[in-house]
């Protein structure tokens, strides 16, 4: 799958320098754009564009403008940066289609996580089931079955098990785990997953067994041959 690209509009050099470093490293193409102009040139020329890094506060046009621009063709993942918390805008910007909110405060790996997050949900938007020994997977549905049998799942224990099975056969940290399935968001400790594992493996019945323990590190979704 080629990488995502992101258009990162912002009219500071600094925040997009810092945006296109940290995005970079999580693996997305960055495209940048300076004013609201220029954002509305690039978004039309490339198609590709997987997701739009707003900000707000702009010469030209600002961030609102923008975002009613690309509302009237497309429905492409919006992001508003704000300089702060601010319910008025928050609530302008539902109103204008925007997907999600974010503080220029926010740390980076925060900022990174919860685009991952966005992303992972539009493409699961579009996702085919996906069934891995009598494990049936619906994104769409946000349905699991086993063996043809509908089972009842909470929604980080659908989370975790699709982050098991889209990486079967390989060994996961809990700090991997962690911060995949919840985000960064989570204050607390790993304890949590071993608690979630526990009640996935149970509602999974046999097949709870595909789950093995890594003592010390974490888990592996390895399903019987």
């Known amino acids: 799958m080629d990488a995502l690209k992101i258009l990162v509009v912002d009219d500071e050099l600094r925040i997009r320098k810092l945006l296109k470093d940290f995005l970079g490293k999580a693996g997305y193409v960055i495209i940048e754009a300076a004013d609201g102009e220029e954002a509305l040139e690039k978004f039309f020329k490339d198609k590709d564009i997987a997701l739009v890094l707003l900000d707000v506060m702009m010469p030209k046009l600002d961030g609102w403008d923008v975002l009613k621009s690309i ?14 918390d601010d319910e008025k805008n928050e609530l302008t910007g539902f109103e204008l289609k925007a997907d999600d909110f974010i503080s220029k405060t926010t740390s ?18 579009d996702a085919e089931p996906v069934e891995v020994y009598g494990i049936l997977i619906d994104k769409r549905a946000h349905e699991v ?7 009842e799942l909470s929604v980080k224990e659908f989370e ?23 985000n960064y968001e989570y204050v ?9 594992v526990k009640k996935l493996r149970s509602k999974l019945g046999e097949k709870g067994e595909y789950i093995k323990t890594i003592w010390g590190y974490g888990y592996k979704f390895e399903p019987e041959k």
């Not at 607390?188 to 979630?196: F, L, S, Y």
């Open 145 to 151: 079955k086993v063996d043809g049998e509908l089972i």
């Open 108 to 125: 980076p790996k925060v900022i990174v996580a919860r685009i991952d997050a966005l992303m992972r949900r539009t493409v699961a938007a």
């Open 71 to 84: 509302r009237q063709y497309s429905d492409t993942p919006v992001v508003m940066l704000t300089a702060k």
């Open 188 to 196: 607390g400790d790993a304890r949590t997953i071993d608690t979630h």
């Open 160 to 182: 975790l098990l699709t982050f098991f099975v889209e990486n079967k056969g390989v060994a996961l940290s809990r700090e991997k785990i962690l911060n995949n399935v919840w």
